[in-house]
């Protein structure tokens, strides 16, 4: 596997070693030892799969408390997927980071604890994978306005999205809860 680190250090793109041939491929998405060797925290307790059509947006989503750290995939489809640092004491605090993740590019991205995560679904529909270094936990769900003017993420699309009434009403970065 290749890990690359991104503009933000923290948050890494994987790209994993295909082998295809005729049949088909075959690769790996995980391996402890390499992600450790990478600096990427491998403990993870919960594993998510979403499918979304073109034009979802899902996020910004964080937890204020145990916040997850997410290895996200895409395993059909394509989307633009983002992570914003909310980490108050991080050099990079209120930067963002977004990667085309696709079925065909088979890239990952590692979105460490601390950080807002979300995607906008570029393709006619998409499912995501991610697993998770905490359990969910509804009572610390946060969510970032996806649109907020002051972290100005470029999403590959801001007229024709459609959000969850929870994303819609999400407070922008000034008012959002953040980490120490």
């Not at 640092?85 to 065909?104: C, E, I």
Request: glycine letters at 6%; proline letters at 6%.
């Amino acid at each position: 596997m290749n890990f690359t680190k991104t503009e933000i250090p923290e948050v890494i793109i994987i790209e994993p070693k295909v082998h295809g041939d005729h049949r088909g491929f075959f690769m790996e998405t995980f391996r402890q030892q390499e992600f450790e060797q990478a600096g990427i925290s491998s403990n993870f307790v919960q594993d998510n799969h979403s499918k979304s059509t073109q034009g979802i947006l899902r996020g910004l989503h964080y937890q204020i408390q145990n916040p997850q750290g997410k290895l996200v995939r895409v395993v059909v489809g394509e989307v633009y997927d983002v992570a914003v640092d909310l980490r108050r004491r991080s050099p990079t605090f209120g930067q963002w980071v977004g990667v085309v993740l696709s079925a065909g590019n088979k890239r990952a991205l590692w979105v460490p604890p601390g950080f807002a995560h979300g995607f906008y679904v570029m393709s006619p529909f998409a499912e995501v994978t991610y697993k998770c270094t905490t359990y969910y936990e509804p009572e610390f769900d946060r969510s970032l306005l996806w649109s907020d003017q002051e972290l100005n993420i470029s999403w590959p699309d801001k007229v024709n999205v459609v959000l969850s009434d929870k994303d819609r009403i999400a407070p922008s970065f000034a008012l959002a809860d953040k980490f120490s």
